[in-house]
């Protein structure tokens, strides 16, 4: 199992931004941000679940300020519905994303696999997926 994952981005703010319109349709939230005054080298967020009374801080989904390595990251949030898959969707493209796959059913996958996926800003592959059969 995945704790977290993360990925480079070439320009922090533009990212923070368009991950912070888009990851907020899915309950996630920005919880966690580090200056690279603070990391000794570069800036750094978290996306995660917010945070109550019960719940510590723990980021899923971290972007990190640097050089882009080749080929770019391919990342898939699972999400219980086929309505946040359109959401997310729909969120990316009003971000600045762009169309990498409509959402549908992919049943060369699995018969249920409804997916959508989205470039972020710096072309990397974002996708969300229902593997719910409606």
């Given amino acids: 199992m995945i704790d977290h994952t993360g990925i480079v981005v070439s320009d922090f703010e533009r990212s923070k931004s368009f991950y ?19 990391t000794g080298n570069t800036d750094t967020a978290g996306f995660g679940l917010p945070s109550n009374s019960e719940v510590s801080i723990s980021p899923e989904f971290w972007i990190s300020q640097g050089t882009l ?3 770019l990251v391919h990342v898939a949030f699972r999400v219980e ?4 898959v359109e959401a997310f969707y729909n969120a990316a493209l009003a971000a600045g994303g762009r ?12 018969p249920n696999y409804y997916a959508a996926f989205v470039l972020d800003p710096d ?7 229902c593997r719910e059969p409606t």
């Fill in 20 to 38: 912070s319109a888009t990851l907020t349709v899915l309950g996630l939230s920005l919880v966690a941000e580090y200056p690279a005054s603070m």
């Fill in 123 to 129: 072309g990397h592959n974002i996708e969300t997926v």
């Fill in 99 to 110: 169309d990498n796959g409509a959402p549908g059913l992919r049943p060369q996958y699995h």
């Fill in 81 to 84: 519905s086929r309505s946040l």
């Fill in 69 to 71: 390595s080749f080929p």
